[in-house]
């Protein structure tokens, strides 16, 4: 009897079995297997976000890096009258334009990822906040870049700026450095304008006239009496006459391409100076007196 009813026993649950089996075959039910789609889904979504702005956060890093090698140079950066600095600071400039490129491409990508957090539906909401807050972090960073490069452009403009104001400056100087001044005339149109005095010399009883008197600059020069050269670009002064004329100024006579006579006349129809910085070096105002 307990062997019957054993059998019965065995005989009832083998269906049950079969039917088991058959299912696990089968695979899970549909509600079964929508939830799990639905958790690999959201597993899915959560990796990539969590590798999206994990890679944000690299790049990021690396453009930070990029600005900090950027500062030292701008800081080198010094303000002169030549431009040995003008390759390093277009450089910069290239460089910064290059930050600020990979700047506006990170902005972009932190917008678009900051989108699809907000129309992904399946996040939790502890993670949508704690990725949430990881978009705002990096916002910031952005916008400290943003500034840092506002700053370092301004700096290269300032540079910029000051340079040319430099350089200005400087060849107006040197434009002024390098005008001389020149005037031909008889020696009564020269003593006439003010321009060479007599000096020296004794009068003598009953005569009008001093003895020994020279004649000499005056004091007092008005550049507007004078024509203005470029000492570097005129290095021939014509004569208004074929006529001897002397030096009654105060140049250097060894800059001349030839030596005034035994009397003190220029040969020839010109004056011609050989080394305009020896001939002007005492005065920048020549005094030609016709002889």
């Not at 989108?115 to 990881?134: A, V």
């Not at 700053?151 to 107006?172: G, M, P, R, W, Y």
Request: aromatic residues 6%; contains cysteine.
């Amino acid at each position: 009897m307990l062997h019957t009813s054993r059998s019965a026993a065995r005989r009832a649950w083998l269906p049950i079995a079969l039917v088991a089996a058959v299912a696990c075959k089968q695979g899970p039910t549909p509600e079964v297997q929508a939830r799990l789609d639905s958790l690999n889904l959201v597993a899915q979504q959560r990796e990539r976000m969590v590798q999206e702005l994990a890679d944000q956060s690299r790049f990021l890093s690396e453009i930070s890096a990029e600005l900090a090698k950027v500062r030292a140079p701008i800081k080198q950066l010094r303000v002169s009258r030549e431009s040995p600095l003008r390759a390093s600071r277009d450089s910069l400039i290239q460089r910064v334009r290059f930050i600020t490129e990979k700047v506006n491409a990170s902005d972009a990508k932190l917008k678009a990822s900051e989108q699809r957090i907000r129309e992904l539906s399946t996040l939790s909401d502890s993670l949508r906040t704690t990725l949430g807050e990881t978009v705002t972090n990096y916002q910031t960073v952005i916008a400290t870049q943003k500034a840092t490069i506002d700053d370092l452009t301004e700096q290269i403009n300032q540079f910029s700026a000051d340079k040319v104001a430099l350089v200005d400056s400087v060849n107006q100087l040197q434009e002024k450095l390098n005008t001389v001044y020149y005037v031909i005339g008889t020696k009564d149109e020269l003593l006439k304008n003010g321009i060479i005095v007599k000096e020296g010399g004794s009068r003598f009883l009953f005569v009008l006239w001093k003895s020994g008197q020279t004649i000499q600059p005056a004091r007092e020069l008005d550049p507007a009496a004078f024509h203005a050269i470029d000492k570097t670009k005129v290095t021939e002064i014509p004569f208004p006459d074929d006529k001897p004329y002397r030096i009654a100024s105060r140049q250097d006579v060894r800059g001349l391409a030839t030596p005034p006579g035994d009397h003190g006349e220029i040969a020839g129809d010109r004056l011609k100076i050989a080394d305009p910085d020896e001939f002007w070096k005492t005065s920048k105002f020549l005094i030609l007196v016709e002889s």
